[in-house]
Nanobody, 125 residues
Framework: QVQLVESGGGLVQAGGSLRLSCAAS????????LGWFRQAPGKEHEFVAT???????RYADSVKGRFTISRDNAKNTVNLQMNNLKPEDTAVYYCAADSAMYRNAFPGLRNFGSWGQGTQVTVSS
């Protein structure tokens, strides 16, 4: 059974930084796309960033240049470094794992079959 556990959320002032981590178990970690998504109150899940099994990355326009996704296959972790945070970044952040190994294209939301419980990020103005 796949388990994903996020950590690193918290309260930060606008312009500050946070680093989220997600520890994965129950899967052959190195073979999967991993992603970060967020959900603000009253809104749908929003794509933030994804990293492929061969370290290609993709970001939402709203976070490009401020957030960096990375993975450590030795530790089975995926990280999200968030810099220059804005109040509109406030949300619950979730990590997710693709349902298929070695996918040859960036997966859509429906392809992510395993999700963590989420970690709250609050950015004050």
């Amino acid at each position: 059974q796949v388990q994903l556990v996020e950590s690193g959320g918290g309260l930060v002032q606008a312009g500050g930084s946070l680093r989220l981590s997600c520890a994965a178990s129950g899967l052959t970690f190195s073979g999967y796309f991993l992603g970060w998504f967020r959900q603000a109150p009253g809104k749908e899940h929003e794509f933030v960033a994804t990293i492929s099994w061969n370290d290609s990355t993709r970001y939402a326009d709203s976070v490009k240049g401020r957030f960096t996704i990375s993975r450590d296959n030795a530790k089975n972790t995926v990280n999200l470094q968030m810099n220059n945070l804005k109040p509109e970044d406030t949300a619950v952040y979730y990590c997710a794992a693709d349902s298929a190994m070695y996918r040859n294209a960036f997966p859509g939301l429906r392809n992510f079959g395993s999700w963590g419980q989420g970690t709250q990020v609050t950015v004050s103005s």
